[in-house]
């Protein structure tokens, strides 16, 4: 057993420190965990997501509270006893609604922002692994809540997304039946996506969080230069305190220095936030499902939400295997960007040649896709591009591959 | 440097500790009663279906209610709850030892708590040595008609209650 | 400054994917265009009923079909569309002529006693006592004459088939609940009971009485308790039981009352509560306006709701659908105003904590 001052007033810093090393922890977890320098408002993203998770789960508790997951009660609950009766229970739903639409924007921004800085390379695949894990934990749990309101909506989209896990011409309806738990989407259905939405969805994607920070512990967070950054010399030179060195430092401390930055960006962002709950939240709470659901009547138009739409534009165009194969692999793909990528150097990609077109590239074929997932395919000009945009999308990995493998060398210092 | 940066940090902490106070007001809001709970607060109780001598059960708010119209033969109670001439008593059927539902006995004209042995008159007076502390509660009503309203204190309430007699 | 450009990249791709999936998306997913590809532009006409949006339904037919036939090879096709545009030639000039006998009575001067004893014989079906006469409940009148336009009212009353736009309904041997109506009152009578009913059926209704006499016989307001027969009633349980069989009589009765309805318009009309969430502002004005203009062929019949009557209505489908905008309205700008204040205190203490750092 450890020495233990005795004499410790219970509760005082010192008795904490004695029990549960309290200033180590802070020091590890804060003071003394360092953050480059040279860095601007895009790696405030990470915290801002945080925030955002936060804010879903406050809301999402209170939602819970009046939230009846039954076929007969849940659009009810949702639309009348929660957006009537409830006190602020529309503004619950509202933040709800909006966060989940915002977290994608944000998840979209982080993402990019790895790949412009080259953050997913060396030493810090594990990070960029994590994080799609994330990616996908974050759309599995948007596509359970999104089941909840029971509309129009809800249940198409159930109806749609369940039937890819037939797996086109294995035809294996016993298996869709099986995650549906009745031939249709219906009280299984919704009592299974409620469980995964409240419970066991939010437990993994907390855990995988922790994972996610974990992961940065050793490589650190890369800077825009992609400059190695000898952290420990740089970890002296702060800890000496003066001014003089402090500057010559290329680190900061997360607390206060970096975190200062972060809230700063979380204020603008909760200021468009709330902005949009008030103003102009439509978009993230889509009319169609404000019909009750009704599973004798298919919309006229059926869509997923913005943030799933370009994949779900790469299955659209093809025949329904093709189709289903490139869905595939267009799910996997962004994993496997450490190894597709050969170059050795981590730098912004307006400094890395060829890369830098293949990166601004990739960004309009996405937001294409995307566009087009959600326009009427029945236009003949909008399904002709469709196919391109989705076979370009499916040639970027190739492309990547190659042009990376003959990316020159950086010279440090260059 | 270090006093002004503090001195900022702490209006920050300061100014988002008043937002909390607003999240957590509309937090409070949120576990209150819904509207609807409390709209569905009043029983309307039709005396004309009430029989001499024989205590009928309401419901208010999740409770029981006792309604008895008197006969002759019992007693008079400055408790009593007087419709159109005819005695009426009015209570929340729940012992006030400990929440029990008593049963109205007909031989001996008391209701009886089979709980701890609890025993009140036709008035809801408990009887003296037994576990209940006090009179069967009597709940918030108002006179309309030859009905009662549960839930709403009218003019006949309101002087019971000053003269302590409700509960 | 760097930060600011690498922000202006940002919030242009941002704000090019929402310009994408929202206002251009649902632009090209609910646009309607003709046969050459030209779009059809659906607009309120403010709830004047000439004929106007029955003109351009026959003139976008009349031209679709021409166009059809000068690309047809098919002989037999050819006829079959020939047959087709003669009828839609037919519907057209019934319409124009329908509508201009309508103008003409509007000239007349009506007396308003002689509309009041013409009126008895309407209290016949238009009682208030929620009877189902012929498929549906007829109307309530007691506000029709603040409710309704004039001109429509003297149109449902030489033609109501013909005014509620839904004569395609009636074509075969389907009868109108009130065709009976059609040529028994002559053009003095018509403006007479019309002139009695703008004039004394004229009070102010609430919100929700307009709801009620306008929109209930067929569509319930369950966020409202509102069914197609009005309030529903308070009942009390039996409290041996549980039960309330008051309401399950009433339930029966409703649910009786729907299938009625639901067998004379082809499908039960669906509730209210959420529609003004559902619908866009736009689709619900020129649809009450005309619902033949977004969704050609519905059962719906036009109510003739005036500019001020739609308001009226529109108001209560605003209270009941989205019942937290006041509460929004003034929330909003405090909860903004936090975040400025708190993102300025967050700027200053930024600047602070980063001030003697490089």
């Known amino acids: 057993m450890a020495k233990i001052d005795k004499k410790a007033f219970p509760f005082s810093k010192q008795w904490l420190d004695d029990r549960l090393a309290l200033t180590t922890v802070m020091k590890v977890l804060n003071t003394e965990y360092w953050i480059p320098k040279n860095i601007n408002f895009l790696w405030a993203m990470g915290m801002v997501l945080a925030a955002t998770f936060g804010v879903l789960v406050i809301s999402g508790i209170f939602l819970l509270m009046y939230y009846v997951p039954t076929v007969e009660g849940a659009f009810d609950s949702v639309n009348y006893t929660i957006m009537t009766e409830v006190g602020y229970g529309w503004l619950w739903r509202h933040i709800h609604g909006i966060g989940a639409s915002l977290v994608f924007l944000i998840i979209y921004i982080h993402l990019f922002t790895g790949i412009y800085y080259g953050s997913y390379k060396r030493g810090r695949e594990m990070i960029w692994i994590s994080g799609m894990l994330l990616f996908v934990l974050f759309s599995a749990e948007a596509f359970s809540g999104y089941m909840l309101p029971w509309g129009q909506m809800s249940y198409w989209a159930g109806m749609v997304i369940t039937n890819l896990f037939s797996g086109g011409s294995l035809e294996a309806y016993s298996f869709v039946e099986w995650i549906r738990g009745d031939y249709v989407p219906a009280q299984a259905f919704l009592g299974r996506f409620f469980m995964l939405h409240v419970f066991l969805l939010p437990l993994i994607i907390i855990a995988t969080i922790v994972f996610h920070f974990a992961t940065l512990r050793l490589p650190h967070v890369n800077n825009q230069e992609g400059k190695e950054v000898d952290f420990d010399e740089s970890a002296r030179l702060w800890k000496e305190g003066t001014v003089e060195s402090r500057k010559k430092s290329e680190v900061i401390p997360f607390s206060p220095v970096f975190l200062s930055k972060d809230i700063f960006v979380m204020g603008v962002y909760f200021i468009l936030f709330f902005y949009l709950v008030f103003y102009n939240f439509d978009f993230a709470m889509d009319p169609v499902n404000f019909d009750p659901a009704d599973g004798l009547k298919t919309p006229a138009h059926i869509y997923p939400e913005w943030y799933f739409l370009w994949s779900y534009e790469i299955l659209r165009p093809f025949s329904k295997d093709v189709g289903l194969i490139a869905f595939a692999v267009a799910q996997v793909a962004l994993f496997a960007l450490p190894f597709i990528d050969r170059s050795p150097n981590v730098a912004p990609a307006s400094k890395r040649g060829l890369f830098k077109y293949w990166f601004w590239t990739l960004l309009v074929i996405m937001i294409a896709l995307t566009a087009l997932g959600k326009l009427p395919p029945t236009d003949p000009v909008f399904a002709a591009m469709g196919l391109v945009f989705a076979v370009a999308f499916l040639l970027m990995g190739p492309a990547l591959y190659i042009i990376t493998k003959f990316e020159k060398k950086i010279e440090e210092g260059a | 440097m270090s006093t002004r940066r503090d001195f900022m940090g702490m209006a920050l902490g300061g100014f988002t500790a008043v937002g909390a106070v607003g999240g957590f007001y509309a937090a409070k809001r949120t576990w209150d009663p819904l509207p609807s709970v409390k709209a569905a607060g009043s029983t309307i109780v039709d005396l004309s279906q009430a029989k001499e001598g024989e205590p009928m059960t309401e419901k208010w708010r999740g409770k029981p209610i006792f309604v008895l119209r008197k006969s002759a033969d019992m007693p008079a109670h400055e408790r009593d709850v007087v419709v159109k001439g005819v005695r009426y008593h009015v209570s929340i059927a729940l012992c006030t030892h400990l929440g029990c539902i008593p049963a109205y006995k007909k031989a001996s004209k008391t209701f009886f708590c089979a709980c701890h042995g609890g025993v009140f008159d036709t008035s809801g007076i408990n009887l003296p040595g037994l576990p209940p502390p006090s009179p069967l509660e009597i709940p918030p009503f108002a006179i309309e008609g030859n009905t009662l309203v549960l839930g709403s204190e009218g003019p006949e309430y309101l002087a019971l209650k000053k003269n302590n007699l409700v509960v | ?358």
């Not at chain 3, 109307?139 to 005014?163: S, T, V």
């Not at chain 3, 027969?229 to 409290?239: F, Q, R, S, V």
Request: some cysteine; aromatic content about 10%; hydrophobic content about 40%.
């Open chain 3, 1 to 358: 400054m760097k930060e600011l450009k690498i922000f202006g990249v940002v919030a242009f791709f941002s704000l090019l994917t929402y310009y994408l999936v929202e206002p251009y998306a649902h632009h090209a997913m609910h646009a309607k265009f003709d046969a050459q590809g030209n779009e059809i532009k659906i607009e309120s006409h403010g709830f004047v009923y000439d004929g106007t949006t029955e003109a351009a339904a026959s003139a976008v037919a009349i031209s679709d079909l021409e166009y059809k036939i000068g690309k047809e090879k098919d002989a037999k096709l050819k006829a079959s569309l020939e047959k087709k545009l003669t009828l839609a030639k037919d519907v057209q000039a019934k319409k124009a002529t329908f509508w201009k006998e309508v103008a003409t009575i509007g000239q007349l001067t009506g007396n308003a006693k002689a509309g009041e004893a013409a009126f008895a014989s309407c209290t016949g079906c238009h009682n208030g006592l929620n009877m189902n006469m012929g498929g549906v409940i007829p109307p309530n009148l007691d506000h029709a004459g603040a409710l309704y336009d004039e001109n429509y009212l003297i149109a449902l009353l030489k033609d109501p088939a013909m005014a509620s736009n839904v004569d395609h309904k009636y074509a075969d041997t389907m009868l109108h609940p009130m065709g009976s109506i059609k040529g028994t009152m002559s053009h003095q009578q018509i403006a007479d009971v019309v002139t009695y009913l703008k004039e004394k059926k004229a009070a102010e209704p609430t919100a929700k009485t307009a709801f009620m006499e306008a929109c209930v016989r067929c569509h319930a307001m369950r966020y409202d308790k509102v069914t197609q027969l009005g309030d529903i009633p308070k009942t009390k349980e039996n409290i041996k039981t549980g039960h309330d069989i008051d309401a399950m009589k009433y339930a029966q009765k409703v649910a009786e009352e729907q299938a009625t309805l639901a067998g004379y318009m082809g499908k039960l009309p669906p509730d209210l509560s959420m529609i003004i969430r559902a619908r866009s502002e736009h689709f619900m004005e020129t649809f009450i306006e005309d619902p033949q203009t977004q969704l050609p062929g519905t059962s719906m019949p036009r109510v003739g709701l005036s500019e001020a009557g739609y308001e009226k209505v529109h108001e209560y489908l605003m209270d009941i659908g989205d019942p937290s905008k006041p509460a929004r309205d003034m929330a909003g700008p405090w909860v903004l105003g936090f975040f400025f204040i708190f993102t300025i205190l967050a700027y200053l203490w930024k600047s602070h904590q980063w001030k003697d750092l490089h």
